[in-house]
C-alpha cells in the first residue's frame, strides 16, 4: 500500500485497457497514481500537485496537448510525458513549448517507466 508522500503520477488515456495497465505499472514502481479516460475529466479534477503528467495525445475532445497547454497556462510545472504514434512536426514542436518528451508507441520494454522516473525525480 502506498503513503501519503508517493509522488503522483497524472495518466490520461481513453484506452481503458492500456490505463489499467499503466496503472498497474506506475503503482509497482511506488506511484499514486490518478487516471482518467479524458482531457476534460482531468482538468475537473483539480490534479495540481502531481509529479509527473502522463498522457496521450489522441483523445476524445480535447487532445492531450490541449490538456497540457491548458495546465501549463494554469501554472502546472511537473514534467509531461507525451505518448503518441506518428506525432506531426507540428505537435513535436507544441510538446517541446510546452515543455513534455514525446514517446512514440507502441510503448516497448521499460522506457516509461524510466522517462516517468526521471521525471518525477526531476520536477
Known amino acids: 500500500m502506498l503513503d501519503r508522500t508517493s509522488p503522483t503520477v497524472l495518466l490520461v488515456d481513453d484506452d481503458a485497457d492500456l490505463?489499467?495497465?499503466?496503472?498497474f505499472l506506475f503503482e509497482t514502481e511506488g506511484y499514486a497514481v490518478h487516471a482518467f479516460a479524458s482531457?476534460?475529466?482531468a482538468l475537473e479534477s483539480d490534479e495540481s500537485s502531481a509529479a509527473c503528467l502522463v498522457l496521450d495525445q489522441r483523445l476524445p475532445g480535447l487532445?492531450?496537448?490541449d490538456l497540457?497547454?491548458?495546465?501549463?497556462?494554469?501554472?502546472?510545472?511537473?514534467?509531461a510525458i507525451l505518448i503518441t504514434t506518428?506525432?506531426?512536426?507540428?505537435e513535436r514542436a507544441r510538446a517541446r513549448a510546452a515543455k513534455?518528451?514525446?514517446?512514440?508507441?507502441?510503448?516497448?520494454?521499460?522506457e516509461l517507466a524510466k522517462l516517468v522516473g526521471g521525471a518525477s525525480r526531476a520536477g
Do not use: C
Open 19 to 23: 490505463r489499467a495497465a499503466l496503472t
Open 100 to 110: 513534455a518528451q514525446v514517446l512514440e508507441k507502441p510503448l516497448l520494454g521499460d
Open 68 to 79: 497540457l497547454e491548458r495546465m501549463r497556462a494554469q501554472g502546472f510545472s511537473a514534467p
Open 63 to 65: 487532445s492531450g496537448l
Open 86 to 90: 506518428h506525432p506531426s512536426g507540428r
Open 39 to 41: 482531457a476534460e475529466a
